[in-house]
Nanobody, 114 residues
């Protein structure tokens, strides 16, 4: 059974940082690499960062220069470093396959507020 487990969210002040982790061990291989999505209240779920199997990274304009995606292929873990956080980054963050998501995990809540 495929399942994704996200962790690392929390409450942080504007300008702060968080590191999110995703246990993707149940996915043996994704042709599209892995990515991080987020969904703010009342909004659609958007892909904000992705990493290909060759290690190339891509970011949404809204997070470029502030977020960094990485992976540990040996552990099948995916990470998202969030820096210079803004209130508009508040959302539930999910990892999944870019452009072809499978069953969603529970996500991890990130709240940016003073």
């Amino acid at each position: 059974q495929v399942h994704l487990v996200e962790s690392g969210g929390g409450l942080v002040q504007p300008g702060g940082s968080l590191r999110l982790s995703c246990d993707a061990s149940s996915i043996t291989r994704s042709l599209n690499g892995m990515g991080w999505y987020r969904q703010a209240p009342g909004k659609q779920r958007d892909l904000v960062a992705r990493i290909t199997n060759s290690g190339s990274t891509y970011y949404a304009d809204s997070v470029k220069g502030r977020f960094t995606i990485s992976r540990d292929s040996a552990k099948n873990m995916v990470y998202l470093q969030l820096n210079s956080l803004k209130p508009e980054d508040t959302a539930v963050y999910y990892c999944n396959i870019p452009f072809a998501p499978i069953t969603w995990g529970r996500g991890t809540q990130v709240t940016v507020s003073s």
